[in-house]
Every structure is written in structure tokens, then in C-alpha cells.
């Protein structure tokens, strides 16, 4: 089932991606700049210390909270490129860059394609992200994948209903977020959405 899911998290993603990029006349002036250094590192947002012992949870709600800064940005690109480090910042760049089909891109130009294309992803929803800790860790839903059952500490799944901004109950989204531990951190590897979390059971949720 899981693997299932794995395969919806992936074509919804890249159609998401696909319809935005499509849709969009502005030229991409924000993150072309190649970082010299992407790398799973301790990083500090709004006072959260994102090191080692972070869980799950709170990087996910830290990530979610440089998309929300990168989109209420609008045109200033100083603030959005500071954003994008932070995604960059909570990224898993080693275990993206192996799963890249760009690998005729140096590591870091494909990484940041890759990231780059994150908040478009999300964007449509950043009214309903969670707006604290407390609040992320209620409505959020970890559950280890299936295929990393004997791995719990390696692999993690986060799940997060976001309401529609138009209001209908029924045009919310359920998303998720991979995350593996690179170099002991926890950091974001694939972002997507899900049709159901019915199959998700409700245990190591901490």
C-alpha cells in the first residue's frame, strides 16, 4: 500500500510542478545562484535549534514556515533567496542528488532545481500551515514507511491536512513530506500529497 502511495506522492508532485512551471510568464529569477555549500547541518529559525536531536515534526514545521516566507515574499528577492536557504538548509542533498535524474548537473545546480520547485508545490495552501509548534505537532501524523519498517530511525513520513483556501471542506489536501537522516539529521527528502491517509495508522506519532 505504501508503495502505492509512494507512486502517487510522485506523479502528483511532479504534475503540480509541471502545471505551475506551465502556467508562470515571469522568468525564474530566484535561485540561480549556485550555493557553495548544501550540506545536513545544526541551523537555528525562529529560535528553534534544528540539530541532531530535532524531530521530524519540527523540521517539517520549520520548512514549512521558510515556504510560507519564501511565498509572502513576493517580489523581494533578498528575502526569497534567504528563504530558499533555509529550505535549502533542512534539505537531504546527498540522498536527493542520488535519486536525481540531473546528475549531468554538478550536485548542488541539481539539488537546488530540485528544492526550487517546492514551494510552487505548496504555495496554494501556506493560509493553513501550522502556525506553531503546538500546533504543528497536533495536526501533523508521523508514521514510518513501510519499506523502512526495520529502519524507523532512518526513514519518517509526516503527514499534514491543509484546508483549501476557498473554504470547501472537501478540497483540502492531505501532504507529505519524507524525511531521512542525513549525517544524523533529520532533513526533507520528497515532497508531495496523498488521496487518502485512511491506511495511515495512528502510532509513532511523537
Known amino acids: 500500500m505504501l508503495q502505492r502511495m509512494n507512486r502517487i506522492v510522485v506523479l502528483l ?15 525564474r529569477t530566484v535561485g540561480e545562484r549556485v550555493r557553495e555549500e548544501i550540506v545536513a547541518k545544526t ?20 520548512f514549512l514556515r521558510a515556504v510560507k516566507d519564501d511565498f509572502e515574499a513576493g517580489d523581494d528577492r533578498i528575502a526569497r533567496e534567504a528563504a ?25 545546480r541539481a539539488v537546488q532545481r530540485i528544492v526550487w520547485r517546492w514551494t510552487p ?9 501550522p502556525e506553531s509548534l503546538a500546533d504543528a505537532d497536533t495536526r501533523m501524523l508521523k508514521r514510518t514507511p513501510t519499506h ?35 549525517n544524523g539529521y ?11 491517509a485512511r491506511h495511515l495508522r495512528k502510532k509513532n506519532n511523537t
Open 13 to 27: 508532485s511532479l504534475c503540480v510542478a509541471a502545471i505551475l512551471a506551465g502556467c508562470s510568464k515571469q522568468p
Open 43 to 62: 541551523v537555528t529559525q525562529r529560535g528553534i535549534t534544528l540539530d541532531k536531536n530535532a524531530t521530524p515534526k519540527q523540521v517539517v514545521f520549520a
Open 84 to 108: 530558499f536557504d533555509l529550505q535549502l538548509d533542512l534539505c537531504a542533498a546527498d540522498h536527493i542528488y542520488e535519486r536525481s535524474t540531473r546528475q549531468n548537473f554538478k550536485r548542488n
Open 121 to 129: 508545490i505548496l504555495a496554494h495552501y501556506v493560509g493553513d500551515f
Open 148 to 182: 523502512a519498517a526495520a529502519e524507523p530511525e532512518q526513514w519518517q513520513n509526516v503527514v499534514l491536512e491543509l484546508a483549501d483556501p476557498s473554504g470547501d471542506a472537501n478540497a483540502s489536501v492531505l501532504s507529505l513530506f519524507r524525511l531521512v537522516r542525513e
Open 186 to 196: 533529520w532533513r526533507v527528502l520528497q515532497v508531495g500529497y496523498v488521496k487518502s
